[in-house]
Each structure stands twice: as structure tokens, then as C-alpha cells.
T-cell receptor
């Protein structure tokens, strides 16, 4: 089966432009996560969906960032009025958590979208 | 504040030279510690999950262990193809039992020279 896919792989935006990043999770995966990864750093949590419900958006850095997953599968991360500090790799991950306290919560990551704001 | 640190920041080994990577964490509501491998230009790839102190997991040349405050990733007789960045992450469950997030460390860049 196919893994997590993200598009576009690379995006160059001029400061002030709006961008939309797409994530196609593994079919049947309930949970979907967005992360921001700066060069040389670990991924930083942005937001989490369980099916179509956005259960945690505590990591979104400002109200310019918005994420949705309207039908519980594909998700879009939108950044309005991009700034240079938004330049990073945006990673999407999906998982299918099982039941019980020791269920596996490993995430399957996409290749990321590298956003460069000029 | 929930925090995950990793050491060393970078490590160079000769092929066959065993070593260990460290992941230390200060979190509340821990519900699992995860190790991932990340190759340049790719997303992280899952390696292990550990849930309780004393737990160990093994896969080929890698073994992960967990204590109450840290985890170790032991690499035995590494090969050049083990070169990558190794990330650890902790899963934090919110009090409402619905929200969750994962806090990643900065990673250890491992280079194994032939």
C-alpha cells in the first residue's frame, strides 16, 4: 500500500502570499499530525486530527496558520500572509492507534513540503 | 514545560565501533517514548516504542532501553548505512484523554565511517 504523500514537495512563496500544503494519509488511518521542522532541528508539533475533528491545535504559531481535514482523510495546512520565519519543512504523519494502554502509536511520516518564503 | 533533549548532537563512529545515544525528557503525562530515524530529505521512519521503565526493544544492530527519565539507543557494530539522524519523541496525553501531542528532541546526527 502507498505511504503518506505530501504535495507540493517544494514551494517558494513571496512574503505576504498565502500557501496551501496537502497531505494524503495512509488509507484508514484515524490520526493525522502536522509538524514544522527547521533545519537541524527535530519536528515541532503543530496540530492533531482524529478523523475530521481537530483535537489539538496548541502548536500552531499564529492565527495565520489554519488546518482542516473535512472528510477525515486528506488534510490541508494553510498559511496566510507568509513571513520569512515560516520557511521550514512541513511534515505530515498519520497513525492508526489501537486499543489499550500499550497500543502502538507509531506515526508514518510523509516526505515533507519544503517551504521557502522570499 | 515539557522538554526532550538528546546527546550528543553529532557522533562519528568507525564501522564496527559500538556506542549509545541518549534521550532525556521532562514531561508530565508521558504515554510512550518513540525512536525514529531520519535520512536527509525524508520524513522520520519509526524504529521503536517504549512504554515503561525497564523495557527494552531490539531490531538488528539497534537496541532501545527506557528508564524513568531517559532512554538510550545502543548501536552495536554499526555499518555505514546506519548513518542518519536519530530522533526521540515522547507522547503526551492531555487530561481530557482526547488531545495528544508528540514532543521531539533535536536529534543526534550519526555518521559511520567505513
Amino acid at each position: 500500500g502507498a505511504g503518506v504523500s505530501q504535495s507540493p514537495r517544494y514551494k517558494v512563496a513571496k512574503r505576504g502570499q498565502d500557501v496551501a500544503l496537502r497531505c494524503d494519509p495512509i488509507s484508514g488511518h484515524v490520526s493525522l499530525f502536522w509538524y514544522q521542522q527547521a533545519l537541524g532541528q527535530g519536528p515541532e508539533f503543530l496540530t492533531y486530527f482524529q478523523n475530521e475533528a481537530q483535537l489539538d491545535k496548541s502548536g500552531l504559531p499564529s492565527d495565520r496558520f489554519f488546518a482542516e481535514r473535512p472528510e477525515g482523510s486528506v488534510s490541508t495546512l494553510k498559511i496566510q500572509r507568509t513571513q520569512q520565519e515560516d520557511s521550514a519543512v512541513y511534515l505530515c504523519a498519520s497513525s492508526f492507534p489501537g486499543q489499550g494502554p500499550t497500543s502502538s502509536y507509531e506515526q508514518y511520516f510523509g516526505p515533507g513540503t519544503r517551504l521557502t518564503v522570499t | 514545560e515539557d522538554q526532550v533533549t538528546q546527546s550528543p548532537e553529532a557522533l562519528r563512529l568507525q564501522e564496527g565501533e559500538s556506542s549509545s545515544l541518549n534521550c532525556s525528557y521532562t514531561v508530565s503525562g508521558l504515554r510512550g517514548l518513540f525512536w525514529y530515524r531520519q535520512d536527509p530529505g525524508k520524513g522520520p521512519e519509526f524504529l521503536f516504542t517504549l512504554y515503561s521503565a525497564g523495557e527494552e526493544k531490539e531490531k538488528e544492530r539497534l537496541k532501545a532501553t527506557l528508564t524513568k527519565k531517559e532512554s538510550f539507543l545502543h548501536i552495536t557494530a554499526p555499518k555505514p548505512e546506519d548513518s542518519a539522524t536519530y530522533l526521540c519523541a515522547v507522547r503526551i496525553l492531555h487530561r481530557d484523554n482526547y488531545g495528544q501531542n508528540f514532543v521531539f528532541g533535536p536529534g543526534t546526527r550519526l555518521s559511520v565511517l567505513p
